[in-house]
């Protein structure tokens, strides 16, 4: 993973801004009658970081991902406080270079998984150097290609 982008620190102290949030659910299969009202509020914060201090914003670069919805572009909240165990995604160093994959125990041996078939498992006992930076726990997709998120993050490469 390349710095040409600074990494994006959440501050400590955040303000709570409350969004509007419809009461209903919508459905994604057959349509269902509109409510024409917000019921409630959601703050983003609240929903997306456990832990201000140890969460940081990284933007993803390439394809790997693409199996478990990570897409190129995507903004990954990734929090460094929590312990990473086998299924989750994480942000690994391997002898220095970046990677997000799925850690997986594989016949008792902990390895790094792309989620995408082009890409090969990696055994960390290859690696001489191997640290997990953090455990990756949302990815914010934009659904509109043209518009990206902001670019003051850093990017993740494969």
């Keep these: ?8 620190h959440l ?9 509007p949030l ?10 269902s009658p509109a409510e024409d009202y ?3 509020g959601i703050d983003l914060n609240e929903q997306l970081i456990r832990h201000p201090a140890s969460t940081f ?3 993803v670069s390439g394809h790997s991902m693409t199996g478990v919805g990570i897409h190129n572009g995507d903004l990954l909240v990734v929090d460094r406080s929590l312990d990473a165990r086998p299924g989750h995604i994480v942000v690994a160093i391997l002898d220095g270079a970046f990677t997000l994959k799925q850690l997986v125990r594989h016949r008792g ?3 790094l998984e792309a ?3 082009n890409y090969p498992p990696l055994d960390l006992a290859r690696f001489g150097d191997v640290q997990i930076w953090g455990v990756a726990v949302h990815s914010i997709h934009s659904l ?6 902001s670019h003051a993050t850093q990017r993740l490469h494969e």
């Design 22 to 31: 419809a009461s209903e659910h919508v459905a994604a299969g057959f349509p």
């Design 1 to 8: 993973m390349e710095f040409s982008e600074p990494l994006l």
């Design 144 to 149: 509109n290609p043209s518009q990206q998120i």
């Design 57 to 59: 914003f990284l933007r």
């Design 109 to 111: 041996v902990l390895r």
């Design 11 to 19: 501050r400590s102290e955040r303000k709570q801004q409350i969004l």
């Design 115 to 117: 989620a995408h078939s």
């Design 38 to 40: 917000i019921e409630i």
